[in-house]
T-cell receptor, first 110, second 113 residues
């Protein structure tokens, strides 16, 4: 089944404790992206990757890092999480027109 | 920067009533995509509109792209409880050669039986 998976689905952490949210897709897509969703703001792009080893900032990249060492994986790294990064995060991949979203990761930073 | 404004933010209807959400931009859109997100779920692609004045239908859903390609709408006829969710429009930008989506804030639809 074609899908985008994310882990963990839920995470509660404390300020400053480094964390990684994994994202994997099995559709051989070159393009992958991370979004955060906050009430009233829709989805905002954090980072995207056009291919392996090619990443670039989206609209809200501050406080986040990404890496793309393999085509299928695109982890999101929060080196020192802060409470304003409490949000719902979606990974997405695309082979052209349509973006396929993962199930989401709800992150709470205390 | 680029921005798509979506209205209303929230709509509450009785089952069987119609529903419309609008997406507006101050600049010409290359194309517009529509997504649906069920409560607790993730955005799911519904459709893409590319041509000026384009109208597409999916069962009870009708999607329109304005003649000037600055606005779009999604109309649901005779809503059902299964239509509950948030509907997002998104402009697809090919700026710099990459596939970027700029989302509107979404319209949350509640349908009461």
């Amino acid at each position: 089944e074609a899908q985008v998976t994310q882990n963990p689905r839920y995470l509660i952490t404390v300020t400053g404790k480094k964390l990684t949210v994994t994202c994997s897709q099995n559709m051989n897509h070159e393009y992958m992206s991370w979004y955060r969703q906050d009430p009233g703001l829709g989805l905002r792009q954090i980072y995207y990757s056009m291919n392996v080893e090619v990443t670039d900032k989206g609209d809200v990249p501050e406080g986040y890092k990404v890496s793309r060492k393999e085509k299928r994986n695109f982890p999101l790294i929060l080196e020192s999480p802060s409470p304003n990064q409490t949000s719902l995060y979606f990974c997405a991949s695309s082979g052209g027109r349509t973006q396929y979203f993962g199930p989401g990761t709800r992150l709470t930073v205390l | 920067g680029q921005q798509v404004m979506q209205i209303p933010q929230y709509q509450h209807v009785q089952e069987g009533e119609d529903f419309t959400t609008y997406c507006n931009s101050s600049t010409t859109l290359s194309n517009i995509q529509w997504y649906k997100q069920r409560p607790g779920g993730h955005p799911v692609f519904l459709i893409q509109l590319v041509k000026s004045g384009e109208v597409k239908k999916q069962k009870r859903l009708t999607f329109q792209f304005g003649e000037a390609k600055k606005n779009s709408s999604l109309h649901i006829t005779a809503t059902q409880t299964t239509d509950v969710g948030t509907y997002f429009c998104a402009e697809q930008s090919f700026s710099g050669g990459y596939n970027k989506l700029i989302f509107g804030a979404g319209t949350r639809l509640a349908v009461h039986p």
